[in-house]
């Protein structure tokens, strides 16, 4: 069970990392190619979901409904 739970843990580890150095080399080229104003507006949909979940979820939580674990 061990040695699962190693290699779980490192390819989580490998795929969080990756992920981390695709986004750094990827934000000096959308920046270049889109410009401050524009990626700031492509980025305000996901920003206004995100706001919109944390919202409902914290109603849920305070109204008793949800799960805090």
Do not use: C, D, Y
């Given at each position: 069970?061990?040695?699962?739970?190693?290699?779980?843990?490192?390819?989580?580890e490998?795929?969080?990392?990756?992920?981390?150095?695709?986004?750094?080399?990827?934000?000096?080229?959308?920046?270049?190619?889109?410009?401050?104003?524009?990626?700031?507006l492509?980025?305000?949909?996901?920003?206004?979901?995100t706001?919109?979940?944390?919202?409902?979820?914290h109603?849920?939580?305070?109204a008793?409904?949800?799960?805090t674990?």
């Amino acid at each position: 069970m061990g040695a699962t739970r190693g290699k779980t843990q490192a390819t989580n580890e490998f795929m969080i990392f990756s992920m981390v150095t695709l986004s750094a080399l990827a934000s000096g080229w959308l920046e270049s190619s889109l410009g401050w104003q524009r990626l700031n507006l492509v980025v305000l949909p996901l920003l206004a979901v995100t706001l919109f979940v944390v919202i409902s979820m914290h109603k849920k939580i305070a109204a008793g409904g949800g799960s805090t674990s």
